[in-house]
């Protein structure tokens, strides 16, 4: 099937079981699995025209709502959370898509870029399972076994411009609206310019520098990548009739295929996430992004 925008040939089956696998896994974890669909769609598929990074957040346009969904249904959504993510997130996307457009349009450069994003994100992951923080509170595991549904509640305690606290499974846990609002400015930069909403820099940060739970944050992620993704496809389409010489605008069809895929697996991430050992997820998925920022780094200098 030829996709016209992204200027590549492939089946129409490999995008939507390559979106399930990524997206069952990365859910768990309160990512879309964007990140690595990216270095699919560029390495594998050869989609490396600009137009891929609005693409890549179009996937997330139509598969982030399945998660979400599974997340509030099980009252798992901290709020307050996800509109700071979001609120903070938005400004930094508009600049990110310039970004892209204006310094790094060259598929060769870009491949850099993304490969210094991927190190920090898989090095910040395995830096914070080799630290073997103790079980509880800082590592946000759980203190009923995996099958235990039944204090897997969030309850918030208080959202003010201060601070943000929430009770989970018989603790409290906070963090500061202002420091949560400037980092999520900074990842919507990195985010609007690779082609994520940016949850998969923020979900580490919240796991390892704000001692949150996995299981309480992975909705809020989700839906502040959601957020953001929907205002990155919007203002990368705004600003395609300016740049006539590049491909800008989504592939629609591939998009749509990949946000099929993602849209199933990220439901059933979400419901399998609380039988699934936190630590196992991140080791996962630190050493895919680990391995496929090397796989970037060498392509470039080779």
């Known amino acids: 099937m030829l996709f016209p925008e992204a200027g590549i040939e492939v089946s129409p089956f490999i995008p939507p079981l390559a979106a399930f696998g990524v997206s069952f896994l990365a859910s768990m974890g309160g990512i879309s699995g964007a990140f690595l669909l990216l270095p699919f769609q560029m390495s594998v598929l ?8 609005a693409t890549n957040q179009f996937f997330n346009v139509v598969a982030i ?8 249904k099980e009252k798992r959504m ?12 938005l400004p930094g996307v508009f600049i990110g898509a310039f970004v892209r457009v204006l310094w790094l349009p060259d598929p060769r450069t870009f491949k850099l ?8 994100i898989g090095g910040r992951l395995i830096k914070d399972l080799l630290q073997k923080k103790p079980a509880g509170k800082a590592a946000g595991a759980s203190k009923s076994s995996a099958g235990d549904r039944t204090d897997f509640v969030v309850d918030v305690k208080e959202f003010s411009l201060r601070r943000i606290s929430y009770s989970f499974q018989g603790e409290i846990y906070s963090c500061p609206t202002i420091g949560i609002s400037l980092l999520s400015f900074i990842v919507g ?7 994520i909403g940016g949850g998969a820099i923020i979900a580490p940060f919240f796991v390892s520098w704000f001692r949150l739970p996995v299981h309480t944050i992975s909705g809020s992620t989700l839906m502040g990548t ?19 010489e590049q491909s800008i605008s989504p592939d629609w069809t591939l998009g749509l295929l990949f946000g099929t895929g993602g849209m199933a697996g990220m439901y059933l991430g979400a419901r399998c996430q609380k039988f699934v050992s936190p630590t196992l997820i991140k080791w996962m998925l630190g ?16």
């Open 189 to 195: 930069i990195v985010g609007g310019t690779y082609g």
């Open 113 to 120: 870029f993304a490969a210094g994003v991927l190190f920090y």
């Open 65 to 72: 709502p399945s998660g979400v969904y599974r997340y509030i």
């Open 226 to 244: 959601f957020l953001t993704s929907v205002a990155g496809v919007s203002f990368y389409m705004a600003i395609a009739p300016f740049f006539p």
């Open 78 to 89: 901290v709020w307050p959370l996800a509109l700071t993510v979001a609120a903070g997130t």
């Open 287 to 302: 050493l895919v992004i680990s391995a496929t920022a090397v796989k970037y780094a060498v392509e470039y200098f080779r």
């Open 46 to 53: 050869g989609y490396t025209r600009p137009s891929v990074s």
